[in-house]
Each structure stands twice: as structure tokens, then as C-alpha cells.
């Protein structure tokens, strides 16, 4: 069965630094990837996908995300972290082109100022 | 706002009793998802329809879940003798074709005491 794991479930980081967060999906053909946020009491919104062509995917707000399809693994980065972007973060592949995504955990990220 | 909206916000209901939300697309998006999100998971996949049609159902949409969309418009989720364990976000997403953005809205909450 498709699986999407995010490795981490908690992160905690002070404004300024980066961030990685980490996801890799079980699936041995052709996915498309996305990341999408959850603000508190938000609903969620896309910060970026991946369909095709250059791995390296720029999305809102200043995240990025590299496809990796050798390690399966599409992990989020942002080079410095805002109080702003505290939020619920959530993985999600599509598994085959049929628009039932399968979804990660999610990884909490809190900012402190 | 993200354009897709869900009836009611909130609901709380005894067990046993028969719940229906309403779900509400960004106008001429043909595709339309259901999803259920629980404390600490990620979205599962429910049903998805595109225009009037109901595609695909998840093994998680017992009998007791029906969904429907009369008019390839909105739709509407209904749960039969509720159980505590549907408690649970529901979460209704549109698209307007294949690989484009799926827009989601602010889900509803249902509460089964």
C-alpha cells in the first residue's frame, strides 16, 4: 500500500534558523508531491507541488522542496524560519495520477521569536 | 478564503443520531473530495466525484456514510447512526481539473457524545 511518512512529528526552532523537514512516500512510479500548511485555525493552503521537470520546487513564502526520486523523498527546506510559519505541515503524494492523495502525519513547527 | 465552504462549522451530535454537512466548491471545479481528519493524522481519503459522478470510495466510507452531488456542484456528506469513533474533521477539497491546485475549506468538526 502507498505511505507517506514524515519524520518529524514536533519541531521547534528559533526565528532565523532553517528548516528541514523530511518526507518520504512508498510508490514506485510516477507520483506528483505536495506540500501544504495548516496554519492555526486555517485551512489548508498549497505551498508548493511537484509534477514534473526540475526537482527543485519553489513554492510561497520562501519554502523549497527537492524531489529526490532515487531516495523517495521530497523534503521541504526554508533557508530562515519566521515566527509566521508556525504551523502544521503536511506531505502529501498522489500516488499513480489519480488525485486521491495520501497524506503525511504532519510535522508541527513552532517559531519563538 | 479559499473559496470552498462547509456546513455547519461545528457539530455536535449523540450517538446514534444522523448527521449531513454540506460542502460548497469553488465554482466550475468539476472535481470534488472528501476527507476525514482525526487528532495528530493526517487527512484520509474519503470519496471523490467529478461532476455528479461518485468515482472512487474509500474502505473507510462504511455503509453508514453516503455522500452525494445532484448537480455536479455542491455535495453533501451524510453519516447514519453516528458511532464516537466518526468524531472526527471532515474536510471537503475541489479541483478544477488534473494537476492543479486542490483548494480545500475549513473542514467541519463533528463531535459525537
Known amino acids: 500500500a502507498q505511505s507517506v511518512s514524515q519524520h518529524n512529528h514536533h519541531v521547534i526552532l528559533s526565528e532565523a534558523a532553517s528548516l528541514e523537514l523530511g518526507c518520504n512516500y512508498s510508490y514506485g512510479g510516477t507520483v506528483n508531491l505536495f506540500w501544504y500548511v495548516q496554519y492555526p485555525g486555517q485551512h489548508l493552503q498549497l505551498l508548493l507541488k511537484y509534477f514534473s521537470g526540475d526537482p527543485l520546487v519553489k513554492g510561497i513564502k520562501g519554502f523549497e522542496a527537492e524531489f529526490i526520486k532515487s531516495k523517495f523523498s521530497f523534503n521541504l527546506r526554508k533557508p530562515s524560519v519566521q515566527w509566521s510559519d508556525t504551523a502544521e505541515y503536511f506531505c502529501?503524494?498522489?500516488?499513480?495520477?489519480?488525485?486521491?492523495?495520501?497524506w503525511g502525519l504532519g510535522t508541527s513547527l513552532a517559531v519563538n521569536p | 478564503d479559499t473559496g470552498v465552504s462547509q456546513d455547519p462549522r461545528h457539530k455536535i451530535t449523540k450517538r446514534g443520531q444522523n448527521v449531513t454537512f454540506r460542502c460548497d466548491p469553488i465554482s466550475e471545479h468539476n472535481r470534488l473530495y472528501w476527507y476525514r481528519q482525526t487528532l495528530g493524522q493526517g487527512p484520509e481519503f474519503l470519496t471523490y466525484f467529478q461532476n455528479e459522478a461518485q468515482l472512487e470510495k474509500s474502505r473507510l466510507l462504511s455503509d453508514r456514510f453516503s455522500a452525494e452531488r445532484p448537480k455536479g456542484s455542491f455535495s453533501t456528506l451524510e453519516i447514519q447512526r453516528t458511532e464516537q469513533g466518526d468524531s472526527a474533521m471532515y474536510l471537503c477539497a475541489s479541483e478544477a481539473a488534473m494537476n492543479t491546485e486542490a483548494f480545500f475549506g475549513q473542514g467541519t468538526r463533528l463531535t459525537v457524545v
Open positions: 502529501a503524494v498522489d500516488a499513480g495520477n489519480n488525485r486521491k492523495l495520501i
